[in-house]
């Protein structure tokens, strides 16, 4: 069975910092390229970041560059998002998948507030 299991959500204050992860079972992580989307109260999907599935290449939307991490352990079978200068926009339920979206999990609460 298939399964993406996210953590390390919670209520932060704005400017502060959250390091979400993402430990995947049931497939061969290390063959796939893995992404974060994040979805906010009343808005669609949104693509937050991507890394190669051997970990060298990544990608990020403009909205989180700079501030945003992502990493992944093969061996560990698990994905990372360090998110820092958190603000209140990136308050959302965060999620892990396969790059494309073949597998999600089901996601973790993030919210940003003072």
């Known amino acids: 069975e298939v399964q993406l299991v996210e953590s390390g959500g919670g209520l932060v204050q704005p400017g502060g910092s959250l390091r979400l992860s993402c430990a995947a079972s049931?497939?061969?992580?290390?063959?796939?390229?893995m992404s974060w989307v994040r979805q906010a109260p009343g808005k669609g999907r949104e693509w937050v970041s991507t890394?190669?599935?051997?970990?060298?290449?990544?990608a990020y939307a403009d909205s989180v560059k700079g501030r945003f991490t992502i990493s992944r352990d093969n061996a560990k079978n698990t994905l990372y998002l360090q998110m820092n200068s958190l603000n209140t926009e990136d308050t959302a339920v965060y999620y892990c998948q396969t790059y494309g979206g073949l597998y999600r999990g089901q996601g973790t609460q993030v919210t940003v507030s003072s």
């Open positions: 049931g497939f061969l992580f290390s063959n796939y390229d």
């Open positions: 890394i190669h599935s051997g970990g060298a290449g990544t």
